[in-house]
């Protein structure tokens, strides 16, 4: 579990194919992210990763084929975001993000309006319900609130901060990045299509 608070970001160092799965290399800053053992999961743009090695500037994952296959595709020297798992004796800033990825949406447009960057991400039919006006949402991994919501397009903002903090700056027009809806509506939905 996850807040959707980006406390770091990584580069992608290596990444090596292992039949259909993946194993990647990421480094990162121990200043930023501490604390890190073998095992513990960390959401790496927003998926939930197992570290199965480190050492000081290094962190390794395996990546099985059916998350690869539901997540834009890495790169070497991609920057990437990193959250450490929730701590439940500390404070939520965001929202509850658990690190599965429900869909790779577009970015349709970015303006510059005043201090922020507004962004229209473009997802299917099947995904655009669970995604209401001011509800939450985390794009790769960082938690966001939903200014609109146009047919299969929703919009945000991101304010200086945001931009600053994460990889999201890097991001044009076009891009793909990492979708999961709030976990509260994916359980509404879930629990109205069985009754």
Known sequence: MFTGIIESIGTVKSIKRVGEDLKID?????????????????????????????????????????TSSRVSPLKISQKLNLETSL??????????????????????????????????????????KFLPEKGSVAINGTSLTINRVDKNFFYINLIPHTLISTNLSSHRVGDSVNV??????RYLQNFAQNE
């Open 26 to 66: 990421v480094l990162f800053d121990e200043q930023k992210l501490k604390d890190i053992h073998v095992g513990d999961s960390i959401a790496v743009n927003g998926i939930c990763l197992t570290v199965n090695n480190l050492n000081k500037k290094l962190l390794s994952f395996d990546v099985s084929k059916e």
């Open 87 to 128: 701590r439940f004796n500390g404070k939520v800033s965001g929202h509850f993000v658990t690190g599965h990825i429900d869909e790779v949406g577009i970015i349709n447009s970015i303006e510059k309006k005043d201090l922020c960057e507004v962004w229209s991400i473009k997802v299917s039919n099947k995904l655009i």
């Open 180 to 185: 999961e809806i709030d976990m509260i509506a």
